[in-house]
């Protein structure tokens, strides 16, 4: 059975920073695509950043310089820092794992919320 659990999402205010994990279980891990997605109330979901197999990253124009996606392949985690955390940043933040001809995967989300 296949989980993503996503960790570290909490209230903070802007300018501050957050470090999501996502720890993935009952798939073969390296080979994945993972990314973090976000949804904001009243918005669809996008994209904030993910990371190949091989350490490509990508990011939202509106994230970059101030996150940044790794992987530890050793701990089957993925990892989302997020410095100068603004209000336009608060949403539920969900961990996809992707690989070309198998289902996606999605972990349960873990919100974050942006305020002074």
């Known amino acids: 059975q296949v989980q993503l659990v996503e960790s570290g999402g909490g209230l903070v205010q802007p300018g501050g920073s957050l470090r999501l994990s996502c720890a993935a279980s009952g798939i073969i891990f390296r080979p994945y695509t993972m990314g973090w997605y976000r949804q904001a109330p009243g918005k669809q979901r996008e994209l904030v950043a993910s990371i190949t197999s091989g350490g490509i990253t990508n990011y939202a124009d509106s994230v970059k310089g101030r996150f940044t996606i790794s992987r530890d392949n050793g701990k089957n985690t993925v990892y989302l820092q997020m410095n100068g955390l603004k209000p336009e940043d608060t949403g539920v933040y969900y961990c996809?794992?992707?690989?070309?001809?198998?289902?996606?995967?999605w972990g349960q989300g873990t919100q974050v919320t942006v305020s002074s």
């Open positions: 996809n794992s992707r690989l070309v001809s198998l289902p996606d995967y």
